[in-house]
C-alpha cells in the first residue's frame, strides 16, 4: 500500500474544506475519508464505491443540501421575486425561464439526498394543488436552518420534532379560526375567486395584465362547475401580439387545417367524433396477407380495399353529419370522398384534442359505424376557420356543453407563452381546488403572522425543551413575509417588525403591501389565498423536514457502473 | 501467505491462484468477522425504539429512501462483506417469519458477537462460546414463556390487538397518527383472518399508496383499488351492483400459436375474411353481454373497435389491469378468471356492490375502486401522504404492523416491550449461569450481558442516561419481582411498560433471540476467510 501515504496528505487538506463541500460534492477522496475516520480493522463493509456518512456529519449533509435548495428558490418568492434561467444539458441546450418553483426544481440535477425531499414535496404540492410549490421548499428549509441552529445547541432531534410538530398543528388550528368561508354567496365567493387569481398571478410574469387573466382564469373555473379536470380547458399557445392579446374562447379551438375542398364554414354542425383508421383499413386477423399472381390480382385488391373505404366513408355520412373529426390520419381518398359529400374532415386530432372536443360537443368517440342511429353526435352552432397571428385554426361555437373552453395565449416569444402557461395553470389549479373548498384566507403574510402570533403562545405555555423548537418553528414562519420584503428591496427587518406589532392588536388584516413598501390592510388590497393549500404548504413542509430531521446516517450504493448496460 | 511443503520441503500450492488470494485465519479471522458483524450492527444500533433515528440510503440509481426499518435498511446497504452479508440475511428471515423486530435481532446478534470477542481473548474455545450461547438462548426462550401473558380479543374487542400494533408503529416516523394506522391495521387483518385456524394470509390485504393529501386521509377500503381508469373516457364513472367479467384474453382477433398464413389471394376472400372480423368483435362484446356483465376487467388491451363497442353496448370496461391485482378482484368479487370468451357464464361473473373512479389533485390521476364485494375478505389500505418517501415508509411500517397483528391471532401470548423482557431475560439467564459447571457459564454469563444490549440502545438512543437507568431497572425487576419494568423512553413518567401499555408478541421475541443465536454461532464457528484479493 504505498499509495495510502499519498491519501493522508490529501484528507488532511480536504478535512479543512469539508464543511464547504460536504452538501454537493461525491468525491472519490470523501470516502477515503470517512473510512480513515473511522477505522475499521478488517475490509470494509460497504461496496467500493460506496459512502456511509454518520451522526453530525450525517446530519449536516442534509441541513446543508436542504438550506442550499431553500436559497436557490428563495429569490422567486413573492411579488418582486425574480426568474431563473435554466438551460437543459440535452440537445439544443433548450432555454426556460420561469419562477415557478416546481419546474425550477424539476430541472436541477440534485445528489443531495435531502435536496431529493424537497424536490419531491415541490412536485407533490404541485400535483395536488399546483401552487405554493416554492412556499413548501423554502419553509421546508426554514425549518431545517432554524433546527441546525439547535442541534448546535445540543437539543435531540426528536424534541425538535415533537416540537414542529405541535407547533403545525397549532399553526394550523390558528389559521382554520380566522378562514373565510363564502361558499353559500355567489357574488362574494366569485370575489374570492378573481382575489386569489390575482394574488397567484401577481408573482408571475403575467403580473402586468392579472386583471385581465384572473378574469379569464375565474371564468374558465367557473364554467367546470366543481370538477378539477382541468383537462377541458385548453390553453393553446400562439406566438405574437401581446399578452394583453390573450383571450377566452368559450367554444373550443383545434389546431388543425380544414381539408382542402372542404366547406370552411359550417352552421349547425353535427359532428362524429372518432377514432379509427381512415388511412388503409389493416385486416386484423393475425397471419393474413395478400398473395397474387397477377398483376389483374392486384388491381382487383386494390379495387375491394377502394371499395371496402368507400363503404366505411357512406357509414359515416349516413350518419346524417356535416364535419368528421378523426384521431389517426384520413388519406387523400378518404377525404376526397368526404370533400364530395361536403363534409368537413379532420384528421390526426390528437388524442388529447378527440377527448376534449367529445366532451365538449357531447358526441361520443366512436370507432365503429354500422348502427348510426344509436351513436351520439356531437352538435355546435358554428364551424369555421379563424386566423390567430398567421396560422388557421377551427374553432367550435356555441357548443352544448358549457364545461370546456380554450385559452388562446398571446405573448412576444415562445419563452414568455411557455411561462405564461405555467402560470396560468397555477391559477386555474388554485381556483379548481378552491371551488372544492371553499375556504379562503388573506395572503402577503397574513396567515403567516396569524400562525406565529399562535405558535409564540403556544411556545410560552409549553414547558420543558420542546418550547424552543416551538419557537423555532415560529421564527421559520416568520421567515416568509422576511423573504417577501427582502425580494421586493424593502427593509424587512422594519417591516416585519410593524407587522408583528399589528398583529398584536386584536382581528387585524394587515399583511405586506409590496407596492407601496409599507404594511397595509389586505382585506382592503384584495389579497387573498386558498386555505387548502397554505395547509398544503405547512403540512407539508413540517413533514418533509421532519423526515431530514430524523436521519442519523446517509449511506448511499456504489453507483451503476454504466458500462453494464451497453 | 503461508506456503505448504511436502515431505521432502518443497512448496505446493493448495489453492488456485494462491498469491492472489488474501487469507485470514484462525483467531484473525475470527476477530475480522465479529468486528464486521459489529459494524454492521452498530448502524442499526440508533434506528431502535420510540426515539430511534432514520437512515437515507441512496440506491446505485440515486433514488432516495429513508426508513428505520432494519430489514428495508440493510437489504438497500448493498453490502460486499460476506459476514455482513449473514447479518443482512438474519435481519430478512426476521422479516419473513416475524415481519417486525428486524431491528433488535440484529443488534441483539451484533451484541452477542462483541461479547464472544472478550471470551475469545481469554482463550475460550469458539465452540464452547457457541455451546454456552445456545444453552443460555434456550434459558431465555423458556423464561420469556413464563412471564409471557395470554390476553383476549375478539372481533368486538380490538383494543389489545390495537395497543401492540400502537407499539410497533411507535418507533417510525408515522408515529404522529399511529392510533389511526394501528386501528387501521388491525381492521384489515381480523377482516380478512381465519379466527378458526387461527390464520392470516396477508395476500388478502393490499397495501397501496397515492402521494398527495396527509397522513391522517390514509384510509381502509373493504375492497381493492386499481390504479386504472375506464378504458373509454365516456363510459360510466360508477356502477352499481356490477357484476364482473375477469377476462385474461385480448379484445382482439386470436393469435394462434402456431405459425400460419390466410393467403388472400382473390376478391371474395378479401371480404368474407373482413365480414368475419368485424363478426368477431361483435361476437366477443355480445358473449360478455350475454352472460349479463356489467363491467369487463381484462388484462390485455382493446382494440379500438371493440373499445368502442364496448362503449356501444354501454358495457364499461377496464383494461391493462395486472395479474395480480386480476387475482385479487377474483377473490373480493367472488369471480372466477375466465381465459376464453367461450367459457363466460354468468356462474364465473364477480360480484361487487359500487365501482366507480375516484380523480386526485390537478394531474389526470385516476383510480378504480370496487367496493362492497361478495367476498369481504380482501380489503385495501389507501395510503397518503406529503412525498413519495414518507408513502414507501409508511407501508414499511404497515406492513410491520400487519405482521404484528397476524402473529398475535396466531398465538395471542404477548411480553412487555421497552426493554423489560430483554432485562427480566438477562436476569435469569445469569442466575441461571451460575448452575452450569465449566467453561460454558463464561458464555451464559456474557450472553445476559448481550440481552442488556437492546433496553441499553434504546436509553442511549432515548437521550437517557444508558447504564444508569439499565441498572435501576433492573435492581426494580429484581427486587419487586416484577418482569415489567422497562426503559421510559418517551417519558411518561413511569416505567411499568403493562401501565404504559408498551406490549410485543412473544413468538416475535423468541425469534429474534432464537436466530440472533444461530447466526452468531455459525459466525463463531469460521475459522478461516479465504477470498479472493482486489488486485
Known amino acids: 500500500m504505498s499509495s495510502s501515504i499519498s491519501y493522508w496528505i490529501k484528507d488532511a487538506a480536504l478535512f479543512l474544506f469539508l464543511p464547504l463541500i460536504q452538501g454537493f460534492i461525491r468525491a472519490p477522496e470523501l470516502e477515503l475519508l470517512s473510512t480513515a475516520l473511522y477505522p475499521m480493522a478488517i475490509e470494509r463493509i460497504l461496496k467500493d464505491d460506496a459512502n456511509e456518512e454518520k451522526g453530525e456529519r450525517a446530519r449536516m449533509a442534509s441541513f446543508v443540501g436542504a438550506i442550499a435548495i431553500t436559497d436557490l428558490v428563495k429569490t422567486t418568492l413573492g411579488p418582486k421575486g425574480m426568474d431563473k434561467i435554466l438551460q437543459s444539458t440535452g440537445r439544443g441546450q433548450e432555454v426556460t425561464v420561469t419562477n415557478d418553483g416546481a419546474t425550477i426544481l424539476k430541472s436541477l440535477h440534485i445528489d443531495n439526498p435531502a435536496a431529493k425531499v424537497l424536490i419531491d414535496i415541490s412536485k407533490v404540492q404541485d400535483d395536488e394543488v399546483g401552487d405554493g410549490t416554492t412556499s413548501v421548499v423554502v419553509l421546508a428549509g426554514e425549518l431545517l436552518r432554524e433546527a441546525e441552529k439547535l442541534v448546535a445547541a445540543k437539543i435531540h432531534p426528536m424534541t425538535i420534532i415533537s416540537g414542529y410538530r405541535m407547533a403545525a398543528e397549532c399553526a394550523c388550528n390558528a389559521l382554520l379560526q380566522r378562514v373565510v368561508d363564502n361558499k353559500d354567496n355567489a357574488v362574494k365567493f366569485k370575489m374570492d375567486l378573481m382575489k386569489i387569481a390575482m394574488t397567484t398571478l401577481s408573482s408571475k410574469i403575467l403580473s402586468q395584465d392579472k386583471v385581465y387573466f384572473a378574469q379569464l382564469a375565474v371564468d374558465a373555473v367557473m364554467r367546470l362547475k366543481g370538477s378539477t379536470n382541468l383537462e377541458a380547458i385548453q390553453i393553446i399557445k400562439k406566438p405574437g401580439g401581446s399578452l394583453s392579446d390573450s383571450f377566452l374562447d368559450e367554444g373550443f379551438i383545434l389546431d388543425k387545417k380544414i381539408g382542402l375542398g372542404q366547406p370552411k364554414r359550417i352552421e349547425n354542425a353535427k359532428i362524429l367524433v372518432a377514432n379509427t383508421a381512415m388511412d388503409t383499413d389493416k385486416v386484423k386477423i393475425y397471419g393474413a396477407r395478400v398473395r397474387v399472381d397477377s398483376m389483374s390480382k392486384v388491381a382487383e385488391i386494390e379495387e375491394a380495399e377502394k371499395e371496402k373505404m368507400r363503404e366505411k366513408v357512406q357509414k359515416i355520412i349516413a350518419h346524417g353529419i356535416n364535419c368528421f373529426v378523426n384521431r389517426q390520419l384520413i388519406y387523400n381518398f378518404p377525404e376526397e370522398l368526404f370533400a364530395d359529400a361536403g363534409i368537413l374532415a379532420i384528421e390526426h386530432a390528437d388524442f388529447d384534442g378527440i377527448e376534449r372536443l367529445a366532451l365538449v360537443t357531447g358526441g361520443e368517440i366512436a370507432s365503429t359505424f354500422d348502427n348510426p342511429e344509436s351513436v351520439k353526435l356531437g352538435h355546435c352552432k358554428l364551424i369555421e376557420e379563424i386566423m390567430i397571428g398567421e396560422d388557421k385554426l377551427i374553432h367550435f361555437s356555441g357548443v352544448e356543453i358549457g364545461q370546456a373552453c380554450t385559452i388562446v395565449l398571446r405573448g412576444a416569444s415562445h419563452h414568455v407563452l411557455d411561462e405564461a402557461e405555467r402560470s396560468l395553470h397555477d391559477a386555474l389549479c388554485v381556483l379548481s381546488q378552491t371551488v372544492n373548498d371553499t375556504r379562503v384566507v388573506l395572503g402577503a403574510g397574513w396567515p403567516e403572522m396569524v400562525m406565529t402570533k399562535a405558535v409564540d403562545e403556544l411556545a410560552r405555555q409549553t414547558p420543558g425543551k420542546k418550547s424552543h423548537a416551538i419557537e423555532a418553528f415560529s421564527r421559520a414562519l416568520i421567515a416568509i413575509p422576511t423573504i417577501i420584503a427582502d425580494n421586493a428591496g424593502l427593509d424587512s427587518a422594519d417591516l416585519v417588525a410593524q407587522l408583528r406589532a399589528e398583529h398584536h392588536k386584536k382581528e387585524c388584516n394587515a399583511g405586506i403591501d409590496v407596492i407601496t413598501g409599507s404594511v397595509g390592510d389586505m382585506a382592503e388590497l384584495a389579497i387573498s389565498e386558498s386555505f387548502k393549500v397554505k395547509q398544503a404548504v405547512l403540512l407539508s413542509a413540517t413533514e418533509a423536514a421532519e423526515m431530514i430531521l430524523r436521519v442519523d446516517e446517509i449511506i448511499t450504493c456504489a453507483p451503476r457502473k454504466r458500462e453494464d448496460r451497453m | ?535
Open chain 2, 1 to 535: 501467505m503461508a506456503l505448504a511443503f511436502d515431505e521432502y520441503g518443497r512448496p505446493f500450492i493448495i489453492l488456485k491462484e494462491q498469491d492472489q488470494k488474501t487469507r485470514l485465519r484462525g483467531i484473525e479471522a475470527q476477530k475480522a468477522n465479529i468486528a464486521a458483524g459489529k459494524a454492521v450492527a452498530r448502524i442499526l444500533r440508533t434506528s431502535i425504539g420510540p426515539k430511534g433515528m432514520d437512515k437515507i440510503l441512496q440506491s446505485p440509481d440515486g433514488d432516495v429512501t429513508i426508513t428505520n426499518d432494519g430489514a428495508t435498511i440493510l437489504e438497500q446497504m448493498d453490502v460486499d462483506n460476506q459476514i455482513a452479508k449473514l447479518m443482512v440475511e438474519l435481519s430478512r428471515s426476521q422479516d419473513y417469519e416475524i415481519g417486525d423486530g428486524t431491528t433488535g435481532v440484529v443488534v441483539m446478534a451484533g451484541a452477542l458477537l462483541e461479547q464472544a470477542e472478550r471470551l475469545l481473548e481469554r482463550g475460550i474455545h469458539p465452540i464452547r462460546i457457541a455451546e454456552g450461547y445456545e444453552m443460555a438462548s434456550r434459558i431465555a426462550v423458556e423464561h420469556l414463556e413464563h412471564i409471557s401473558q395470554k390476553f383476549d380479543f375478539g372481533t368486538t374487542n380490538i383494543e389489545p390487538l390495537v395497543q401492540t400494533c400502537m407499539t410497533t408503529l411507535s418507533s417510525k416516523i408515522v408515529n404522529r397518527c399511529k392510533r389511526h394506522l394501528a386501528e387501521i391495521s388491525v381492521k384489515a387483518v381480523l377482516s380478512v383472518a381465519d379466527l378458526e385456524r387461527k390464520d392470516v394470509n396477508l395476500d388478502m390485504i393490499k397495501v397501496e399508496g397515492k402521494v398527495g393529501g396527509k397522513l391522517e386521509d390514509t384510509e381502509l377500503i373493504y375492497g381493492i383499488t386499481v390504479d386504472k381508469d375506464m378504458s373509454h373516457p365516456q363510459m360510466p364513472k360508477q356502477i352499481e351492483d356490477a357484476k364482473i367479467a375477469i377476462l385474461t384474453c385480448p379484445f382482439e382477433p386470436p393469435k394462434p400459436k402456431t405459425k400460419h398464413k390466410v393467403e388472400i389471394d382473390t376478391v371474395e376472400k378479401f371480404q368474407t375474411l373482413r365480414l368475419q372480423e368485424q363478426k368477431y368483435f361483435d361476437d366477443m362484446v355480445q358473449k360478455c353481454k350475454d352472460v349479463g356483465a356489467t363491467l369487463v376487467i381484462c388484462q390485455w388491451g382493446f382494440d379500438d373497435e371493440a373499445n368502442h363497442l364496448l362503449m356501444h353496448r354501454n358495457l364499461p370496461a377496464v383494461r391493462w389491469v395486472g395479474g395480480v391485482e386480476l387475482e385479487l378482484i377474483a377473490i373480493a368479487t367472488g369471480g372466477r378468471i375466465v381465459p376464453r370468451f367461450q367459457e363466460l357464464t354468468p356462474e364465473k361473473l364477480g360480484r361487487a356492490g359500487v365501482v366507480r373512479e375516484k380523480s386526485f389533485g390537478t394531474t389526470k390521476d385516476k383510480m378504480l375502486y370496487i367496493e362492497h364485494c361478495a367476498n369481504s375478505r380482501a380489503v385495501t389500505i389507501f395510503i397518503r401522504g406529503g412525498n413519495k418517501m414518507m408513502i414507501e415508509e409508511t407501508k414499511r411500517s404497515i406492513h410491520d404492523a400487519l405482521c404484528v397483528a397476524r402473529n398475535l391471532i396466531r398465538n395471542n401470548s404477548i411480553v412487555y416491550g421497552g426493554g423489560s423482557a430483554e432485562i427480566s431475560c438477562s436476569i435469569a439467564v445469569e442466575a441461571a449461569a451460575d448452575k452450569y459447571p465449566g467453561v460454558e457459564q463464561y458464555a451464559i454469563r456474557a450472553f445476559a450481558d448481550a440481552l442488556d444490549s437492546v433496553p441499553m440502545a434504546l436509553a442511549e438512543n432515548s437521550g437517557l442516561q444508558p447504564i444508569e437507568t439499565l441498572s435501576a431497572v433492573k435492581s426494580q425487576q429484581i427486587k419487586e419481582n416484577n418482569p415489567h419494568y422497562g426503559i421510559d423512553c418517551n417519558d411518561v413518567g413511569t416505567n411499568d411498560m403493562r401501565q404504559q401499555d408498551v406490549f410485543e408478541t412473544l413468538i416475535g421475541k423468541q425469534q429474534q433471540i432464537l436466530l440472533a443465536t444461530q447466526v452468531v454461532k455459525m459466525i463463531l464457528k469460521i475459522d478461516d476467510v479465504i477470498s479472493p484479493s482486489d488486485y
